[in-house]
């Protein structure tokens, strides 16, 4: 059984920008099921903006 991440599922239910972690011989194929949404990490986040002020170069 391989471990795999992947960004999304497709409307054709194929998995969108896979990627292949290793393989899984602790775990048999018939255990394996289909995550839901709700088991998905949420999404990232941006940082807020810094309240401090940027370094800037200096006028010569």
Not at 8 to 29: F, S
Not at 30 to 55: C, G
């Amino acid at each position: 059984m391989a471990e795999v991440t992947f960004l999304t599922w497709t409307d054709d239910g194929l998995l969108r920008h896979v990627v292949y972690q290793g393989m899984r011989e602790d775990k048999p194929a018939r255990e394996v099921t289909r995550p839901l949404a709700t088991d998905a990490p949420p999404p990232p986040t941006t940082a807020p903006p810094s309240s401090h002020p940027r370094a800037s170069r200096r006028k010569r």
